[in-house]
Nanobody
Framework: VQLQASGGGWVQAGESLRLSCAPS????????MGWFRQAPGKEREFVAA????????YYADSVKGRFTISRDNAEPTVYLQMNSLKPEDTAVYYC??????????????????WGRGTQVTVSS
């Protein structure tokens, strides 16, 4: 499985961005799709995840109410809509997968198929 995150950029605080993640291969039905981020000098952290078949969503407390994860069955693509961005949201954002059979977790080490990330920079 290959994942490609895109949609990052440079914005000012309070603005919005939408990230996309499109895998190669038909994998969605069996996986959780997660978004993670890693800021310079910090560990990679969980941002949001979605169960493809049910649409159940999970969020980190730091982004709840500002970020929305969604999926498009037709594409198929997973999106991360990021509103009211803050400087502390600056990071490289990655998408990754975890098999549903293993149960949900927020730990980056429990996800796989990491692709190239996309840089998000928020200036104050």
């Amino acid at each position: 499985v290959q994942l490609q995150a895109s949609g990052g950029g440079w914005v000012q605080a309070g603005e919005s961005l939408r990230l996309s993640c499109a895998p190669s291969g038909d994998i969605f039905s069996k996986y959780y799709m997660g978004w993670f981020r890693q800021a310079p000098g910090k560990e990679r952290e969980f941002v949001a995840a979605i169960t493809w078949t049910t649409g159940s969503t999970y969020y980190a407390d730091s982004v709840k109410g500002r970020f929305t994860i969604s999926r498009d069955n037709a594409e198929p693509t997973v999106y991360l809509q990021m509103n009211s961005l803050k400087p502390e949201d600056t990071a490289v954002y990655y998408c990754a997968t975890r098999k549903r059979a293993y149960g949900f977790t927020r730990q980056p080490q429990d996800f796989g198929s990491w692709g190239r990330g996309t840089q998000v920079t928020v200036s104050s």
